[in-house]
């Protein structure tokens, strides 16, 4: 069984929480792109952990967790994560935690350049979190990075090293007018921080290849969401990566491989982090509201989050995007303070009304069309079956799920664990 965790919007939509729940009945939790620009709040018996590039079955001693091959890895921030998570008690042996030998390592520079372009920008930057993505992706395709399996001959790694600082001194040091980087700042950054962890770098292709022929569960987590997907998302205020999770075979080093099952994570509401058009967004008192209530600021980077009602429009997009078989609904217990709901159905543009999501270019000329749905107007939080939910937050339920044609299997109204609730 291969499964894939995704994100339909535009990211933080709790994919980290459904990870934490269901790999439970997996063996293997694979991450299979992106970086340390976004994280998963997991919340569960062992307390609050907020991981970056760790996948969220690394919280399960029985799971196997892989770093796959379509990664970019700050091995700094790696290295910290992993300290954190093991002051707090977890295990993390090279048993239980595999990297890819072909990922790609986001070095120093990529983070100074990614600050140096955001703020060349000013006003009119993409909204980056400033750790590199971008730059290591960038340098990945021009055939001018550095893998993880290259910690593996040190020689010609620093070789290598004295010329990559050549070469990229032409844009830090040329074109921004920035102190040039070393190769020696760039080596002692590898015996740092690269070297001590060899001992968890592998052929993952090879790894996962076996484990499906031996008949493993295998769970691959998404990072971000299908609107922030590179070539399907909102160019260009996307990441720099694929998020879809027809990349996860991919991305996580086994092509020949394909899915049995994607399962698509969206909140009953709509939030968005960074710059970039988001149509169905509110202002001033009703966004401050929902943003409270939510608790939503972004867990690698603490940015308050713009918020807004369910948007029927991107969902739906993102489901086909993702080619969702199934939906979890996530933090329906937010709107128990609304006695009317708002959900936006379509999009007006140009006199002409949308019902499918239009080319990027398009969004800012939009505006929101909203249908209301009766609230519930009470504490769901406690609830833990079908029968304890109100008739209202059911049809409202039944509401996105006909309106966005998916099936949704599960919904969340709380942080922890069990407040999940299975639907079908």
């Known amino acids: 069984m291969l499964?894939?965790?995704?994100?339909?919007?535009?990211?933080?939509?709790?994919?980290?929480?459904?990870?934490?729940?269901?790999?439970?009945?997996?063996?293997?939790?694979?991450?299979?792109?992106?970086?340390?620009?976004?994280?998963?709040?997991?919340?569960?018996?062992?307390?609050?952990?907020?991981?970056?590039?760790?996948?969220?079955?690394?919280?399960?001693?029985?799971?196997?967790?892989?770093?796959?091959?379509?990664?970019?890895?700050?091995?700094?921030?790696?290295?910290?994560?992993?300290?954190?998570?093991?002051?707090?008690?977890?295990?993390?042996?090279?048993?239980?935690?595999?990297?890819?030998?072909?990922?790609?390592?986001?070095?120093?520079?990529?983070?100074?350049?990614?600050?140096?372009?955001?703020?060349?920008?000013?006003?009119?930057?993409?909204?980056?979190?400033?750790?590199?993505?971008?730059?290591?992706?960038?340098?990945?395709?021009?055939?001018?990075?550095?893998?993880?399996?290259?910690?593996?001959?040190?020689?010609?790694?620093?070789?290598?090293?004295?010329?990559?600082?050549?070469?990229?001194?032409?844009?830090?040091?040329?074109?921004?007018?920035?102190?040039?980087?070393?190769?020696?700042?760039?080596?002692?950054?590898?015996?740092?921080?690269?070297?001590p962890l060899k001992e968890y770098i592998t052929d993952t292709g090879l790894y996962l290849n076996e484990a499906a022929a031996a008949g493993k569960k295998i769970m691959f987590e998404a990072q971000l969401g299908a609107l922030r997907d590179i070539d399907y998302g909102i160019l260009p205020y996307t990441s720099s990566s694929l998020t879809i999770a027809a990349y996860a075979p991919i991305g996580a080093g086994v092509p020949n491989l394909k899915l049995d099952k994607s399962i698509g994570i969206m909140k009953a509401y709509s939030t968005c982090v960074g710059e970039g058009p988001f149509v169905a967004e509110y202002a001033g008192e009703k966004a401050e509201a929902l943003r409270a209530a939510g608790g939503e600021y972004g867990a690698a980077t603490g940015r308050p989050r713009r918020v807004g009602p369910f948007d029927v429009v991107a969902s739906s997009y993102g489901i086909r995007c993702q080619g969702a078989d199934e939906v979890v609904l996530t933090k329906l217990d937010i709107l128990s303070f609304y006695e009317e709901i708002e959900v936006c159905t379509a999009y007006e543009c140009d006199g002409k009304l949308l019902d499918t999501f239009p080319y990027p270019d398009l969004l800012d000329r939009c505006k929101p069309v909203y249908e209301t749905v009766k609230g519930w107007h009470c504490d769901i939080s406690k609830c833990r079956k079908k029968e304890e939910l109100p008739a209202e937050a059911l049809a409202y339920i039944a509401f996105i799920e006909k309106a966005c044609k998916c099936n949704i299997t599960y919904v969340a109204v709380g942080a922890e664990r069990d407040a999940v609730i299975r639907l079908k």
């Not at 293997?28 to 569960?44: E, F, K, L």
């Not at 983070?111 to 340098?139: H, Q, W």
């Open 3 to 195: 499964t894939s965790v995704c994100g339909i919007n535009w990211g933080d939509e709790g994919k980290g929480k459904m990870v934490d729940l269901l790999s439970e009945d997996y063996d293997i939790v694979c991450r299979y792109q992106g970086g340390n620009n976004a994280g998963h709040t997991v919340i569960n018996e062992r307390g609050k952990f907020i991981l970056n590039l760790l996948p969220s079955g690394i919280l399960r001693e029985n799971v196997v967790n892989v770093l796959g091959m379509g990664m970019v890895i700050d091995i700094k921030h790696l290295t910290e994560e992993m300290a954190r998570l093991r002051e707090k008690g977890v295990k993390i042996t090279p048993e239980n935690l595999k990297i890819s030998d072909r990922a790609v390592i986001t070095m120093p520079y990529h983070v100074l350049l990614d600050c140096l372009e955001e703020d060349r920008l000013a006003g009119k930057k993409f909204g980056s979190t400033r750790r590199g993505i971008a730059p290591v992706y960038a340098d990945r395709a021009m055939k001018k990075c550095f893998r993880m399996g290259e910690l593996f001959d040190t020689d010609r790694l620093y070789k290598k090293a004295r010329e990559i600082a050549e070469w990229k001194n032409l844009t830090v040091a040329g074109g921004y007018g920035h102190a040039p980087v070393t190769a020696e700042e760039l080596i002692s950054y590898f015996e740092q921080y690269g070297l």
